[in-house]
Every structure is written in C-alpha cells, then in structure tokens.
C-alpha cells in the first residue's frame, strides 16, 4: 500500500493540504474550502483558464478519509478531496530568470482579472503559487480561490508588489539580480524597496510613484496607527481593483531585463568550428538516443543548444546555469520552438538551493526535487575546477552521488577558455590534467565511450 506523504510546504493552510500518495498530488478540503471549491469550479473564467492551460489540471476524487488524518487535531476535518496534474519538477521563484518571473506575475494578473467579474478572488500573491510545466506557467493554488464579499478590496495588491513587481523593477531598473532577495517568501519589503530610488527616479521611472512610493507612505502610516485607531472599512468595486490590475499589467509588460551577460554570448566567442560542432553533437546524440531518459539535467547548459539536442529523448530536462542572462535566451528561444519538456532554471551549481522555509522543509533543495538519471556536463568542468577552486575528485564524486550516468567533457589545458581562466592568477590547479581526470573518472563511472575532438582539446565521454 502506497505511503500518504503529507507535502511539507502546505502546512500553513488551515482549510485544506496537500498531499502525496503513490507519486500522486492530492488537496484534502474541509467543508469550508470545498463550499469555495463548488463556487470556483462553476465559474465560467475557472472553466476557461483550465482550457487555456494556466491553472492546473485538477478533478475531484474519492479516498479513504481515515488515511489522510495525519493526527487527531484533523481528525473528521477533510471532506472531500481533489487530484492535480504532478508538476515534472518543482522550481521556485529565486531559480527563475527575469523573463519567467515577468511571465508569472502576469499570469497571476490575468488569473485575477478573469475571475473578478464573478465576484472570485485570490486570497495570495506570491510567485510560490506558480511552477512551470516546460515553459509553460501553471497557477497551482487551487484553494487560493474564493467567493470575494463586495467591497472588499484586493489584501494581497502589497504582496503582489513585494514578491512580484518589486523583483522584476530591481533588474529593469537598477540592473540588480532578484534571484538572492526573495528566497525568503516574503519579498522585498516594501519600506526598505522604496529607499532605492531618488526623488527624481521616484516621478520618472514608470510605477515608481504609484506602487512604490505611495504604496510605502500609506504603509508606513498604517503601522503608526494601527495601535491607536480602529480598522477603517473602505468600500472598493470591482472595477476599482480591474483597474488597478490592467495597471500592472500595463507596466509589467514593458520592463525589460537591464543586465549583460558574458556568458549568454559565450558560444559565439569560445565556441568549436563548424566541424568541430557537428562531431560533438553527433557524439552526444549517439549516446543519448540509445533509450529514453525520464529526467536528464543539463549542468551549465547556457543557452540551451544540447538542452535543445537531447529533449527528443528524455520525459523532462532541467536546463541549469548560474547564468540569469543566457537562461533568460534559453526560455525566449524555447517559446518560438515545440518543445514542452524543457525547464531553464537559475541554479549556481557550486552554491545550489538550499532546504528553507519552517523546520528547512518547507522549500526543498535540487536533489530533493528528482534526482537525474543521467546529467550533460559539457564545456563544465574547467569552469568549476579553475573559476571556482572545486576539487576534480570532489567534483566527480558529487556527481556519482545524484547519478549513474553521465556525458561529460574533459577541456584540455591548452583551450582558449582554460587559459583565459588561468589569466593573471596563480595556477595551483595540479589536479587538472587529461591523465587524473580519466582516473577518477573510472572510480566512479564506467567510461562506455570515449571521443577526441579539435586537435584533442576535447574530449568526451
């Protein structure tokens, strides 16, 4: 009998959790959250937004009530339960380039401006509510729906702004990676975020004024005197809070990513001959088609072209790079093309997300996430050995650890790119040679196939 897992970073909610069972997502409801689920459900706009593909696959189902009670305080709590489409693998907002998260927040505001006009709203909004299927943003948070009382405004609009709008504002305006300032789930508070800009900024740069600086003086005024004067009930319509959306639709359409990247342009400088390229590709395809791969991570896949090469063989790829520019190219390419089961992410590999969140489960690191059965590590290694001081023999122990099979490329001292890695510095790097490599290499792995390629500076296997 299948084990009932309960999905640790659904615990906060009251009304209804998650559940896994047999690889399976299930929602266990109380009679509260079902009476809400009823109301959504029959919604034309919920009907239509699952047709479209922006809110995930969900039906209604039977189980036994008894094995979803994890103790007594939820004993005769759950009254009916829903099953959703399983996510090929769960990403979170600070692995996400700009690009994505861009796409997420506009998702959210056309989830929201859709089921308005049947007095439905979203009681969150946090990117933590949306997970991707290829490049594809699914909204997740079935129970985030409810009947909304008339007059109420939108509680989240300031939750909006701190996890979605004040990320992307960052990088379109100061040109500063979001990524490390909203693993926590709260944001960018909104009383440190407006300190950013100067009063000049705060007039000319679109968005600013309004849901920044405005935004921040009414907060700040709340919290003076929230302890001295009772809750003021302001009436606000429907079409008030439509307004305010088709606002932040409006501006949220136009930033644009302000970063540059030299590793989004890396192929175009450091790349093989044609020749070169094609040897390379054939040899990747050769040991790649020999089966089908249930999930295959590309490790520094930068722009995606082997990503690209290998889809047609494996369930699922997690395109990965520390590179927020060159993943950002990677989802623009992938929305021209008909691959479904590429997901780029944001993931520095020598500093990998972490468990965070309550007890350091409610986020779960990469390896918790799905373990590969097979990894691309090409044109990689010399970039974690010389740029980043990793161990060879650490290195290929960890990859050993997450899985049996590996395509990986060994790039010879006298590359272009190895030298300009030992540029103006001290070449401690003893361990970075063809012969110890191949040493470790067979510790670990069984070397099936090996190829030479330009002039023997490459080598694959």
């Known amino acids: 009998m299948d084990k009932i897992v309960p999905e640790t970073s659904s615990f906060k909610e009251r009304d209804a959790r998650v559940f896994i069972k047999g690889g399976k997502v299930y929602r266990a409801l109380s009679k509260k959250a079902f009476e809400q689920w009823q109301a959504v459900k029959n919604s034309k706009a919920y009907t239509q937004l699952l047709s479209d593909g922006k809110i995930i696959d969900t039906i209604e189902t039977k189980l036994n009530v008894e094995s979803f009670i994890v103790d007594d305080l939820e004993k005769e709590k759950w009254v009916a339960f829903l099953e959703h489409k399983k996510v090929p693998f769960v990403s979170y907002p600070y692995e996400w380039s700009f690009y994505m998260l861009k796409d997420a927040a506009l998702l959210h505001l056309s989830i929201m401006e859709a089921i308005l006009p049947e007095n439905l709203i979203l009681q969150d909004a946090t990117p933590f509510n949306v997970q991707w299927i290829g490049i594809q ?35 379109a305006y100061k040109g500063i990676r979001f990524n490390l300032c909203i693993r926590n789930v709260k944001g960018i508070p909104i009383n440190e975020f407006y300190k950013l800009f100067s009063s000049v900024e705060i007039l000319l740069k679109k968005g600013v004024f309004k849901h920044v600086y405005l935004l921040g003086k009414i907060h700040s005024q709340y919290l003076k005197k929230r302890k001295k004067e009772k809750k003021s009930q302001l009436f606000f319509t429907k079409e008030m809070i439509l307004h305010n959306l088709r606002s932040l639709k409006k501006l949220i359409s136009k ?19 044609e020749s070169a390229i094609k040897e390379k590709k054939n040899f990747v395809s050769e040991v790649i088609s020999k089966r089908k791969w249930k999930l295959v991570w590309d490790l520094g896949c930068n722009v995606g072209d082997f990503s690209i090469l290998v889809a047609p063989y494996t369930n699922y790829t997690v395109a990965i790079d520390s590179d927020t520019t060159a993943i950002d190219t990677l989802y623009i390419k992938l929305q021209n093309r008909q691959h479904t089961n590429i997901l780029p992410i944001v993931v520095d590999i020598t500093d990998p997300s972490p468990n965070l969140g309550w007890n350091l489960q409610e986020r779960k690191n990469l390896h918790q996430r799905g373990k590969p059965d097979l990894i691309l590590a090409l044109a990689l290694i010399h970039h974690l050995v010389i740029g980043e001081n990793i161990r060879l023999d650490q290195l290929i122990k960890w990859f050993s650890s997450i899985t049996r099979n590996i395509v990986i490329e060994f790039v010879d001292r006298k590359d272009e790119m190895v030298q300009l890695l030992l540029t103006n510095r001290e070449d401690i790097f003893w361990d970075y040679k063809k012969e110890i490599f191949e040493k470790i290499l067979g510790k670990y792995f069984k070397v099936e196939k090996k190829t030479e390629i330009k002039e023997e500076k490459h080598t694959h296997y």
Request: hydrophobic share 30%.
């Open 255 to 273: 930033l644009q990513c302000k970063r540059d990247s030299l590793w989004s342009s890396y192929t175009s400088y450091y790349s093989y001959d």
């Open 137 to 171: 943003p699914v909204f997740i948070d079935i129970s985030s729906f409810y009947k909304r009382k008339e007059g109420e405004p939108w509680m989240a609009y300031s939750q909006f702004c701190s996890t979605f709008l004040y990320p992307l504002m960052l990088q």
